[in-house]
């Protein structure tokens, strides 16, 4: 059973920052691109930034030049650092990664796993 964890969200004040990390645990073959994906209330979910397997990134223009996202392959693991936060960027940031797992019959097969969610808020 594959499964991603988020952490490292949390209240912080406008201006300020914040890190976030998704890890994927359990059993599976390879990591594809990973990305972080947010959703205010009553707005629909949004595409932050991504990172390919090769560790090429790209981001949505609203988070340009404010975050940055790596990853760390040994440790299944992906990284949002975010600067100079707004009050738009409140939200739940989710967690997002294309994983290759082994079927009992020795295939490789390709899903889309999400974490459960972490809650930014930008508020004075």
């Known amino acids: 059973q594959v499964q991603l964890v988020e952490s490292g969200g949390g209240l912080v004040q406008p201006g300020g920052s914040l890190r976030l990390s998704c890890t994927a645990s359990?059993?599976?073959?390879?990591?594809?691109?990973m990305g972080w994906y947010r959703q205010a209330p009553g707005k629909e979910l949004q595409l932050a930034a991504s990172?390919?397997?090769?560790?090429?990134?790209g981001y949505a223009d609203f988070v340009k030049g404010r975050f940055t996202i790596s990853r760390d392959s040994a440790k299944s693991t992906a990284y949002l650092q975010m600067n100079s936060l707004k009050p738009e960027d409140t939200a739940v940031y989710l967690c997002?990664?294309?994983?290759?797992?082994?079927?009992?019959?020795?295939?490789?097969?390709?899903?889309?796993?999400w974490g459960q969610g972490t809650q930014v808020t930008v508020s004075s």
């Open positions: 359990g059993s599976f073959f390879s990591i594809y691109t």
């Open positions: 990172i390919t397997r090769d560790g090429d990134p």
């Open positions: 997002n990664a294309r994983i290759a797992v082994t079927t009992t019959g020795g295939h490789l097969n390709e899903y889309d796993y």
